[in-house]
């Protein structure tokens, strides 16, 4: 059984820092892409962030700069580190781990950024 458990979300202030850890178990075949994707109330989910299993990322515009992701396949983990955070950057963030037909998502993290 696959899953993914995202953790590190919360409360910060405009500027702050964030660390968004996703643990996966039952994950078998190490060539699967991992992202990150973020959805705001009223708002279609979007790409943040993906790596592949040879570290080459892909990062959407608004984030460029800012967040950074990566992943420890020894310890089925992938991180979002987000920095400069903006309240524009709130929403439920969900890890998604993807290998061709197959598509698994978290339960998703609150990320909620005030002014």
């Known amino acids: 059984q696959v899953q993914l458990v995202e953790s590190g979300g919360g409360l910060v202030q405009t500027g702050g820092s964030l660390r968004l850890s996703c643990a996966a178990s039952?994950?078998?075949?190490?060539?699967?892409?991992m992202g990150w994707y973020r959805q705001a109330p009223g708002y279609q989910r979007e790409l943040v962030a993906t790596i592949t299993p040879g570290s080459i990322t892909n990062y959407a515009q608004a984030v460029k700069g800012r967040f950074t992701i990566s992943r420890y396949n020894a310890k089925n983990t992938v991180y979002l580190q987000m920095n400069s955070l903006k309240p524009d950057d709130t929403a439920a963030y969900y890890c998604?781990?993807?290998?061709?037909?197959?598509?698994?998502w978290g339960q998703g993290t609150q990320v909620t950024v005030s002014s």
């Open positions: 039952g994950l078998t075949d190490s060539r699967y892409v």
């Open positions: 998604n781990a993807e290998f061709g037909a197959w598509n698994y």
